[in-house]
């Protein structure tokens, strides 16, 4: 069973374009979170969206991101007009149901030049 | 969730025990303890979780205090490949609004060779 997977690996973008990071839940996992972890700094929660409906949102800056886990293929965290400050990894985790265990994919370092 | 305090650091020489302490004094009856560990550079691993009675598995055992506020993860055989940061987090499992995971500042165990 493969774990959670994201991808790119690694992403470049430059100050003003858009980001897109993916993620794959674990086969049968309907659940998918989001976590943010700056540099030198802790992970902090960002989104928790099931099948096409987010639930818990509260981490989330108010503007340019947004998060999407359609009926068909990936979660979506979309970053819009990057600013260096969103430099960081960004971790997709999933479950199998609320409340179950999460486990985490290798995430996605965003460097924003 | 309620807030958990760990040692900033600790040091065990490889093959040893690594034992490390939590400390959730306002932990409430339905909220369970898990850890977590992020090695340098990687996704966080779940570990082991546990409400009040110990619990093993493959990667460690989880101690908890009869009053369940506090509890150990043991590390019996400690290898240089457990270097990482442990994270102690405590949430509730089944029911309530939040499925997020809180993670604090972690322990970061050295296993020395």
């Known amino acids: 069973n493969a774990g959670v ?17 993916r993620c794959s839940p674990m086969k049968g996992h309907s659940h998918v979170y ?11 929660f ?7 409906n987010i639930i818990d949102e509260s ?9 999407e886990f359609p009926k068909e293929g990936p979660s979506i965290l979309r970053i819009q007009q990057v600013v260096r400050g969103d430099s960081a990894a960004y971790f997709c985790a ?10 985490f994919g290798p995430g996605t370092r965003l460097l924003v030049l | 969730d309620a807030k958990t305090t760990q040692p900033t650091s600790m040091d065990c020489a490889e093959g040893r025990a690594a034992n490390l302490p939590c400390n959730h004094s306002t932990i409430s009856g339905n ?3 898990y850890w977590y560990r992020q090695i340098h550079s990687q996704g966080p691993q779940y570990i082991i979780h546990g409400l009040k009675n110990n619990e093993t598995n493959e990667m460690a055992s989880l101690i908890i205090t ?10 019996p055989h400690a290898t240089l490949r457990d270097t990482a940061v442990y994270y102690c987090i405590v949430r509730v ?10 993670f604090g500042t972690g322990t970061l165990l050295a296993v020395q060779p």
């Open chain 2, 93 to 102: 499992r089944g029911g309530g609004a939040t499925n997020k995971l809180i």
């Open chain 1, 46 to 52: 960002m989104v928790y969206l099931q099948k096409e």
């Open chain 2, 66 to 75: 009869e009053d369940r506020k506090s509890s150990t993860l043991i590390l």
């Open chain 2, 31 to 33: 909220e369970y303890v």
């Open chain 1, 5 to 21: 997977m994201q991808n790119p690996r690694h992403l470049v973008r430059r100050r003003g374009q858009e980001a897109r990071l």
């Open chain 1, 94 to 103: 999933s479950s199998p149901a609320h409340q179950e265990t999460q486990y």
């Open chain 1, 59 to 67: 981490g989330m800056p108010k503007e340019r991101f947004s998060a």
């Open chain 1, 34 to 44: 989001w976590y943010r972890q700056l540099p030198e700094e802790g992970l902090k």
